[in-house]
């Protein structure tokens, strides 16, 4: 009986955290990533390295918004998944979580290839903040882990190359305006998982591209990679040549041996096949090959120090194990981003599957014989060849939607007039969120509200400017002008069109908030704290009066974000008496969370009231949004004058105490 290849619905249930509403105020600040260096550092780089490592880093969020509503209560909840499946391998995906594999399951041993989280728990990792720990995710956009790592992709059925069916997943990358696609193919009879994936540049000028497979594995393991050499970046942001598999008298292809969270960015040498596998003491587990297009092979061990361990257990439930990260991309790190040509694409193809070869031993030896096992269940040019079949396919129309992601490609597309084969962004998928834009690109102007409202997402780049720029000069146009102003750079244009509509607009609080974000930006930080207040008291004072369309969590999560901008930014030039005046008109409900209860220690110990801000640890509280690498609770601990270590609970600290 031949069995062929499937892909089905499947519903997931998971103790799950909720999402909750985007922050709905526009990311204007500069985006502080943990993974870069200083530009002093660069010129201890290889050249090629260093000139894509100083390569258009990503200074900015917009358009996106940051996800940071999420909580920490679990229960039990449903998720869409969809499964691909043939007679060896079943790979289970969540289309409305960045398209992830959440499983993937060698059927004739019923072993589970990945490290599988058995909850969903945001925390604050992705460039926009909401990610989550697990599975294999795709990693497009810019250095770090993608902006849609918890958003719906499109997916379908498309037809494969051997005649059966690939699971496709496509999306519009909006930080840098990308449309690309990931076609999940499993032939019948395969013990590997076949993934094509491109990346289009529809656009005429080159634009920056990034793009990283993270493979999330059990850490009891050996990471087996062909290399002698790798580059180690660190939380102390210093990126260095190491010596593979050791140096410093440790082992670090073994995951757990490396005391603090470290990044291995291996320098497989130019012509050997791309692969990296990670084994457990049997000698079982997961292998990812390519083909040569995606170069880069990486190791993410989060350490065996306590802030590692304690952020292993934050990601998931009590008693699960740990994971560590394997990883390729599309250049030697990920503090590097490759040019993409005007009207151009990249395309390569991966795969994944068990592969079985002793850990142990000498280096060379071992890379040898696992080699050997790899070239014996999957031939190199058997990779080559299953690329070549799969490229005609690219371009191949979606059969059945099985999925449905944003509407910001289908927008892209009715603005642009682009042609993308195989890649549909249909009208269809336009919601609310697109209405204002849409109604710009036909209308040439914006629908004034006729009452309050939320002014709603900002487009940013540049053909979305020239637009707003030729609009009438209404106060929500000016508004979205400002933004788009200032994220091309253009400070002072931006503050004069929201100064320009402060002076018409019926609700200032939106830019007034913007222009404290201006002040705070350029170093007038007094100033930056009056506009803060006084846009929170406005906001105040409008509440949802007449904003009938904007949902109770909506202005529950406004009001928390500005509140808590006002409470830093008043706490930064010392005025606690107006901060604590911000601090009574917050919802109870946001005071409680735990966020701003570490915030609430802040405001404590400015008021002079020490033993009350000690006593908001000593009660307890969790950051559900705490950002990696943050050091916000250690910092304020150490301020409290205490000389006791920082309780287990608290420590996130990622590096070495310095």
């Known amino acids: 009986m031949v069995i062929v290849t499937t892909i089905r619905r499947d519903v997931l249930t998971l103790p799950a955290a909720e999402l909750g509403p985007d922050n709905p105020l526009p990311p204007l600040g500069t985006l502080d990533e943990v993974h870069r260096i200083e530009d002093r550092d660069r010129a201890e780089l290889p050249r090629d390295m260093a000139r894509q490592v100083g390569y258009e880093p990503l200074h900015s969020l917009l358009p996106v918004r940051v996800r940071d509503g999420y909580g920490r209560t679990r229960e039990p909840r449903a998720i869409d998944a969809l499964v691909i499946e043939n007679d060896r391998l079943r790979a289970t995906v969540l289309p409305g979580l960045g398209g992830r594999i959440a499983s993937l399951v060698h059927l004739p041993t019923g072993r589970e290839l990945l490290y599988r989280n058995p909850v969903f728990q945001p925390a604050n990792f992705a460039l926009n903040g909401a990610w989550y720990s697990g599975g294999i995710e795709w990693n497009i956009g810019a250095t770090g882990h993608t902006a849609l790592s918890c ?301 309050l409202r939320l002014p709603g997402e900002t487009l940013v780049a540049p053909h979305w400017r020239d637009l707003l720029e030729t609009a009438p000069a209404t106060p929500l146009a000016e508004y979205h002008l400002g933004v788009a102003q200032w994220h091309s750079g253009d400070r002072a244009q931006a503050v004069r069109s929201w100064e320009r509509a402060l002076r018409l607009v019926p609700s200032r609080w939106p830019l007034l908030r913007c222009l404290a974000v201006a002040d705070r930006e350029s170093g007038h930080h007094p100033r930056a704290a009056d506009r803060y207040a006084e846009a929170f008291e406005e906001l105040c004072l409008e509440g949802r009066d007449g904003d009938a369309a904007t949902s109770t969590a909506t202005w529950t999560a406004v009001t928390a974000a500005l509140g808590r901008e006002a409470i830093e930014a008043l706490l930064g030039v010392r005025r606690p008496e107006r901060a604590r005046a911000v601090w009574e008109r917050l919802d109870p409900a946001t005071r409680v969370r735990g966020r701003f209860r570490l915030l609430e220690a802040e405001l404590l110990l400015a008021e002079g009231r020490r033993d009350e801000a000690r006593a908001v640890f000593d009660d307890g509280f969790e950051v559900a949004d705490l950002r990696e690498g943050a050091e916000t609770i250690d910092r304020l601990w150490r301020r409290l004058g205490d000389d006791a270590p920082l309780p287990p609970r608290y420590d996130f600290r990622m590096r070495p105490a310095t």
């Not at 051997?162 to 496509?170: F, I, K, S, V």
């Not at 102390?236 to 010596?243: A, C, I, M, S, T």
Request: one cysteine or more.
């Open 151 to 451: 958003s719906p992709l499109h997916a379908a059925r498309v037809p494969a190359p051997d005649g059966g069916e690939m699971l496709r997943l496509w999306e519009w990358e909006r930080l840098r305006d990308l449309p690309f696609q990931v076609d999940l193919w499993l032939p019948d009879g395969s013990d590997f998982l076949y993934v094509g994936v491109r990346v289009r540049n529809p656009h005429e000028r080159p634009v920056p591209a990034y793009w990283w497979s993270n493979i999330a594995v059990p850490e009891e393991c050996r990471v087996l990679v062909p290399a002698d050499e790798a580059w180690h970046f660190g939380y102390e942001r210093k990126l260095r040549r190491v010596p593979v598999p050791s140096y410093d008298g440790i082992d670090r292809t073994y995951p757990v041996n490396s005391p603090y969270a470290a990044d291995y960015f291996y320098e497989v040498p130019d012509g050997w096949r791309r692969w990296i596998a990670a084994l457990d003491a049997d000698g079982h587990g997961l292998a990812q090959t390519s083909t040569d297009g995606l170069c880069g092979r990486k190791l993410f061990a989060w350490g065996s120090g306590p802030g590692g361990r304690r952020w292993q257990q934050w990601l998931t439930e009590p008693g699960t194990g740990g994971y560590c990260e394997i990883q390729a991309g599309l250049a030697r790190t990920q503090l590097e981003h490759v040019r993409l040509e005007a009207e151009s694409e990249v395309s390569w193809l991966e795969a994944y599957g068990p592969l079985a070869a002793p850990p142990e031993g000498e280096w060379s030896e071992v890379l040898r014989t696992a080699e050997e096992r790899l070239e014996s269940v999957l031939p190199r040019a058997a990779v080559d060849a299953a690329y070549a079949a799969w490229k005609p396919y690219a371009d191949t129309e979606p059969g059945e939607i099985l999925a449905t992601g944003s509407g910001w490609g289908a927008l892209e597309v009715l603005c642009s007039g682009w042609k993308l084969p195989g890649t549909p962004f249909g009208e269809t998928t336009l919601d609310d969120a697109q209405a204002p834009w849409l109604e710009l690109l036909r209308a040439g102007s914006f629908r004034e509200p006729s009452r």
